[in-house]
């Protein structure tokens, strides 16, 4: 069943930081659910309890607005290169994942911080399933790949990846500094996992 986008407030636990996912709806974005230890890790490292999965919106970067908190972001990785996590120093709300490039424009939110969760539609996609054997699966991968490419082409055709509330586009640097997390506490974090 088609539906229509539109817009969906959000928020961080507390409530400091406010915003709006402008034109949200299945065919926006990718509704995925993920099982891997990085975002597992993430929740713990800013003081979240451990769960088993994290439920993200994927979509570009030019579809969010922050209209209260935007001062409350912050941000870390676990490495120099890998995907940056935003979340809310108030409260330790996971908030967004970012590449490191603005120019790719990608950009996901946590689907529980949605006013609207059914706006986007079901999970589509499932990352990073653990199986008896220890691999992980994947599930719906296609359409996850189709739908990033088109998106990350689609802003970086148009310019709309310049309309970014994470990074300043003349420097192509996040507007917080990234606090990279140390081997070593990502190594005891995720061995803490269960």
């Known amino acids: 069943m088609f539906k229509a986008p539109r817009d969906i407030s959000f928020a961080c636990s507390c409530g400091q930081i406010k915003g709006t996912l402008r034109g949200a709806a299945p065919s926006t974005g990718t509704h995925l659910e993920c099982f891997c230890t990085d975002c597992r890790a993430a929740e713990v490292y800013v003081g979240q309890p451990d769960i088993p999965s994290v439920t993200l919106f994927q979509t570009s970067a030019d579809k969010f607005d922050i209209e209260q908190g935007h001062d409350k972001l912050a941000v870390f990785s676990f490495g120099e290169k890998n995907l940056l996590r935003w979340h809310a120093a108030c409260c330790g709300s996971i908030l967004f994942n970012t590449l490191r490039n603005p120019k790719t ?5 946590r689907v529980p911080l949605l006013a609207d969760q059914d706006a986007i539609g079901k999970v589509t996609t499932r ?6 054997s220890g691999k992980s699966k994947h599930h719906g991968m296609a359409r996850f790949v189709y739908g990033l490419l088109a998106r990350m082409a689609a802003v970086r055709l148009s310019g709309r990846w310049k309309q970014t509330p994470f990074f300043d586009t003349a420097s192509l640097k996040p507007v917080r500094e990234i606090q990279i997390v140390s ?12």
């Open 105 to 109: 424009g990608f950009a996901s939110i």
């Open 127 to 132: 990352a990073f399933i653990k199986t008896a």
């Open 183 to 194: 081997k070593e506490d990502r190594a005891k974090i995720t061995a803490s996992l269960t």
